[in-house]
């Protein structure tokens, strides 16, 4: 069974770091780009930041470029997002998803998804 799994949210202040981790299971990750979306309350969730699947590609956000990092380790079946510089408007609840296509494409699409990490900036 196909399973991604958040870790690494928390409180932090502003201007503080978080790295938070994506864990998959259950299927080859290197044959899939990752995505990460937030949502804050009660708001739309919105696209962060895709990376393909060989690592080689990656897109961010306007509101996240210069701060956030997208990166994998497909040995260790791994994607994160370095999140520097973090602002109260970067709180929210962080999942990542399996992309059905291996390049991150306007048209793509996510079919599993973990079940979130809650990452709150606040002072």
């Known amino acids: 069974q196909s399973q991604l799994v958040e870790s690494g949210g928390g409180l932090v202040q502003p201007g503080g770091s978080l790295r938070l981790s994506c864990a998959a299971s259950?299927?080859?990750?290197?044959?899939?780009?990752i995505g990460w979306f937030r949502q804050a309350p009660g708001k739309d969730r919105e696209g962060v930041s895709c990376?393909?699947?060989?690592?080689?590609?990656?897109n961010y956000a306007d509101s996240v470029k210069g701060r956030f990092t997208i990166s994998r380790d497909n040995a260790k079946n791994t994607v994160y997002l370095q999140m520097n510089s973090l602002k109260p408007e970067d709180t929210g609840v962080y999942y990542c998803?399996?992309?059905?296509?291996?390049?991150?494409?306007?048209?793509?699409?996510?079919?599993?998804w973990g079940q979130g990490t809650q990452v709150t900036v606040s002072s």
């Open positions: 998803a399996r992309g059905l296509f291996r390049l991150c494409v306007p048209s793509q699409r996510y079919d599993y």
């Open positions: 259950g299927f080859t990750l290197a044959d899939y780009a």
């Open positions: 990376i393909s699947s060989s690592g080689g590609g990656s």
